[in-house]
């Protein structure tokens, strides 16, 4: 067995939470079910972030104190992550007297290791309020594209980041006063004497892509980290230092380890065989894999084991931001389509990889009402009605022997879960539940019992089917906790312990938009419905009989199907057409995984001038139907045809 102390970024208390932050916590959630299920000991937590400037600003805007505004948060945050069913063993916040003592132990022996330097620096300051200005209290032009009252550290128009002091006509958020500058004096970390130890260490500790920044950076000198900020603050005071504070960046992870005490009673650098593992996304990855680790070195205590990275999410392709308003509210979306259809979604997106992942109304319906209804229920429907008016539920004997899975797939699948690769997971499932529902097409135990209602081996059919939609179901339980529970409570000690009532009904995409967004956002949430208008209305121009002569299209069977690295689109395939193999980038990985396409016989046309890409050359275009709406569907051959075939 073993023994885990999962963390997730912790959330600003500032706001609500947004669907990009339930992407990183269902990412780690399904992980750790999914070794809880294996009989591991994980200790899984998260809380709020609750020191800092944007705090500060949002508790000055709405006249109440820091840490009552972060309370507020702090029980709406728990609300939301409670609806998505977060398996949190504990879900606190930072701006505790325990993790007080945590950043005191930590900044004395900092102190005692001697990786503190002091530095003279200089800051605005407020001549009307008599005070130093954090970053974010001051606002001017930004520096870079001339946009104005934008913050001082970075610029939301731009995307860039500054130094506060080349800003433009900076003024004080406070009083509207232009700031001075003034010197005052600064503990700042050393990072630069641990550069060789982070190279030697992190290896294999992080996302191999993460490493190739991480490495860039350590090639270069590291800069001292300024781990001091100066009233006013929201945070710990300094030891010996009056009016000022620890840098948020200092005290929110040393959150981690007073929040695993506070869940376990026990510190972590107690518990010698427990591996930290740590769920973050790519834009914290320096604080995580540089600044946090040499914290954890002169503090004595351990190095996590894994640091797993994730892209952003976008909303219909624009990155999710709530100081840009780009959201969607996860407490309104659980109202139309329940948390662990959402679950669903984002997991058959996420494939261990650093890749930015984009949430589409219309792809979610799409998924859900094909794999889920389609696919999955479409054979407890079936099966159920049959067994309960032929046989009163019960299951035929023998089938029940025999019931069982390939204990190699589902190994398979427990390595794909370590992996993250949920997405990969979901393929396989749903590609023996497709085999499941032609395996009863072909058998049509339904006409048989018209003939014969008392024939045994219809009865073994449904039962062969119906005990593995329950095996196969069970398989993605870490990805749907309370579908999956939901379905089981039907298989009960051999046979159907109810009457089967439909578990999950077609989602309308149409009403899922009007509840979730204002009439002018609309058009750009529902894409699909103008793509399936444009489909049926724009027909292209008529040509001869020679003119289409000239298409040479064969039946090909793909050999060999990859993602490519850097596209959310393409899948790099490589078909045998007869003669040869070819390569051909097919965008279809919206749509269809590496591993549904694989061994498939398809349709490609293979006398298409070469198209050269960033990602190699494409030799052929595979054939494909999508209207917007309905699944994707690749053209294939009724029966079985030979590489190379041409079509007439």
């Known amino acids: 067995m073993q023994s885990y102390f999962v963390t997730t970024a912790l959330p600003y208390a500032n706001g609500d939470l947004h669907l990009g932050h339930l992407v990183e916590m269902i990412e780690a959630d399904i992980w750790v079910r999914a070794q809880r299920a294996l009989g591991h000991d994980v200790v899984f937590l998260s809380g709020n972030d609750a020191h800092g400037t944007p705090i500060m600003l949002h508790a000055r805007k709405n006249g109440m104190q820091p840490a009552e505004a972060v309370s507020i948060f702090h029980q709406k945050h728990k609300e939301t992550i409670e609806k998505y069913d977060i398996s949190f063993n504990t879900f606190g916040r930072t701006d505790t007297p325990l993790n007080r003592k945590y950043c005191y132990e930590f900044f004395e022996k900092l102190l005692a290791a001697g990786v503190f330097s002091e530095q003279l620096i200089e800051q605005f300051f407020d001549p009307v309020e008599n005070m130093f200005l954090p970053d974010r209290f001051v606002k001017g032009t930004c520096p870079k594209c001339g946009a104005l009252d934008q913050c001082g550290d970075h610029c ?21 006063a232009a700031p001075v500058l003034k010197t005052v004096s600064h503990l700042f970390l050393n990072l630069d004497q641990d550069r060789a130890w982070l190279k030697e260490i992190l290896p294999g500790r992080i996302d191999e892509s993460v490493m190739a920044k991480l490495l860039e950076w350590l090639d270069e000198p590291l800069k001292p980290w300024d781990i001091t900020r100066d009233e006013p603050y929201y945070g710990f005071e300094i030891p010996g230092r009056p009016n000022q504070y620890f840098y948020v960046w200092f005290d929110a992870p040393i959150g981690y380890l007073s929040l695993f005490e506070q869940a376990t009673g026990h510190s972590f650098a107690s518990d010698a065989m427990r591996e930290m593992v740590h769920f973050i996304g790519k834009d914290i990855s320096y604080f995580h894999a540089i600044f946090w680790l040499v914290l954890l070195k002169h503090a004595q205590f351990p190095l996590p084991k894994r640091i797993n990275v994730h892209g952003f999410l976008t909303l219909s392709g624009q990155k999710m931001s709530k100081s840009r308003g780009i959201s969607c509210d996860p407490n309104q979306l659980v109202s139309v389509m329940s948390a662990d259809c959402v679950r669903y979604v984002l997991a058959a997106k996420m494939h261990g990889k650093i890749e930015d992942m984009n949430f589409d109304i219309s792809e979610a319906v799409q998924k859900i009402n094909s794999d889920l209804v389609g696919k999955s229920l479409n054979i407890l429907s079936r099966c159920a009605k049959l067994l309960q008016t032929y046989r009163h539920g019960a299951f035929e004997p023998t089938a029940v022997q025999e019931r069982g899975l390939d204990m190699e797939m589902v190994a398979n699948i427990q390595s794909l879960y370590h992996a993250r690769s949920y997405g990969q997971v979901i393929a396989l499932v749903m590609k023996e539940m497709q085999s499941c529902n032609e395996f009863l097409t072909a058998e049509a135990p339904w006409t048989v019992l018209k003939n014969d209602p008392s024939d045994h081996g219809a009865w073994k059919t449904l039962t062969q089917a119906t005990l593995k939609f329950f095996d196969l179901i069970k398989l993605i339980e870490p990805i749907m906790p309370n579908f999956v529970k939901d379905v089981l409570e039907y298989d009960h000690n051999h046979k159907l312990s109810k009457e089967y009532e439909p578990l999950l009904y077609r989602l309308d995409e149409k009403v899922i938009v009007a509840s979730l967004f204002p009439v ?30 000239k298409v040479d299209l064969r039946v090909g069977k793909v050999t060999a199907a990859a993602r490519v690295e850097g596209s959310d689109k393409l899948l790099s395939l490589k078909v045998d057409i007869g003669e040869k193999e070819i390569q051909v980038f097919s965008g279809i990985a919206a749509h269809i995984s590496p591993e549904q396409i694989l061994n498939q016989s398809v349709v490609v046309c293979v006398n298409l001038a070469p198209r050269k890409m960033r990602f190699g050359t494409s030799e052929g275009m595979l054939l494909a139907a999508y209207d917007g709406t309905n699944p994707l569907t690749v053209l294939t051959p009724m029966t079985s045809v030979q590489a190379g075939t041409a079509l007439s």
């Open 156 to 176: 939301d128009a731009c995307g860039a980041t500054y130094d506060p002091k080349t800003l433009i006509t900076p003024y004080s958020v406070i009083t509207k």
């Open 520 to 549: 002018e956002d609309r058009a750009t949430q529902s894409q699909s419905a103008v793509k399936t208008e444009k489909t049926k209305t724009m027909l292209k121009p008529e040509i001869t009989i020679d003119e289409f002569a």
